[in-house]
């Protein structure tokens, strides 16, 4: 059982930043691949990115390539989510998950997540 919560969300202009953290209860924590998801209003769940167990590999929704960046720190079972030049479009409730199972970009490989964070980008 892995229990998340999302933090670091909030309000900021077109091309802030912000920080996600995703904390995790659990001694498993570190074998468990971890996704972020965001859901804006009137839309399904989104992939956003992965990181794997070890944080030796990622991947990225194209949307956020070269802008977001995704990484893990097992001591302490957190994931994060670092967003950089951030557009309106990035508008969502982001949500953590843990998963391991493949494929990572869907929602249903997924078996654990948090509550979700609210970001919204102002223009």
């Known amino acids: 059982q892995v229990q998340l919560v999302e933090s670091g969300g909030g309000l900021v202009q077109a091309g802030g930043s912000l920080r996600l953290s995703c904390a995790a209860s659990g001694r498993a924590f570190s074998t468990y691949g971890m996704g972020w998801f965001r859901q804006a209003p009137g839309k399904e769940r989104d992939f956003v990115a992965f990181?794997?167990?070890?944080?030796?590999?990622?991947y990225y929704q194209d949307a956020v390539k070269g802008r977001f960046t995704i990484s893990r720190d097992n001591a302490v079972n957190t994931v994060y989510l670092q967003m950089n030049s951030l557009k309106p479009e990035d508008t969502a409730v982001y949500y953590c998950?843990?998963?391991?199972?493949?494929?990572?970009?869907?929602?249903?490989?997924?078996?654990?997540w948090g509550q979700g964070t609210q970001v919204t980008v102002s223009s």
């Open positions: 990181i794997n167990w070890s944080g030796s590999n990622t």
């Open positions: 998950a843990a998963t391991r199972r493949i494929p990572k970009v869907t929602v249903e490989t997924y078996d654990y």
